[in-house]
């Protein structure tokens, strides 16, 4: 076989053209996808994990206003504010009728402390 022969049986095998010779360059997005419902997933999760406390909180100052002897609701009020401060690692100043002597309080001023709290859950 010469030469020639060769190069002639060669001229009819053309390579497949390369993605980069025709422009176009495909990427695979599914891992990316992936990727992103994941971290989504664990941000879900960790924000439900952090938010917990909020939640029992609520629902214990539920509990607490249904108490029907003021004094017990006064104790439980404050009881739960020192907890909410411990959780939150962050100490916020009582309103002044917190101090005030739990014979004195009146149910405007026990439905007020629990509405400071609940305003200190929502932040």
């Not at 938010?51 to 003021?70: F, S």
Request: proline share 6%.
């Amino acid at each position: 076989m010469t030469r020639e022969e060769i190069l002639a049986q060669l001229r009819g095998v053309h390579l497949p053209p390369s993605a980069v010779d025709s422009g176009e360059v495909v990427i695979a997005l599914w891992p990316l996808w992936t990727f992103l419902a994941i971290v989504l997933l664990l941000a879900a999760v960790r924000w439900w994990r952090q938010n917990t406390w909020r939640r029992e909180a609520r629902a214990a100052l539920g509990q607490i206003e249904a108490l029907a002897d003021p004094i017990a609701r006064w104790d439980a009020l404050l009881d739960l504010s020192i907890r909410i401060a411990h959780v939150r690692d962050r100490v916020e100043p009582l309103p002044a009728l917190a101090y005030r002597a739990p014979e004195t309080i009146a149910d405007d001023d026990t439905r007020a402390l629990a509405k400071h709290i609940r305003d200190r859950l929502n932040r």
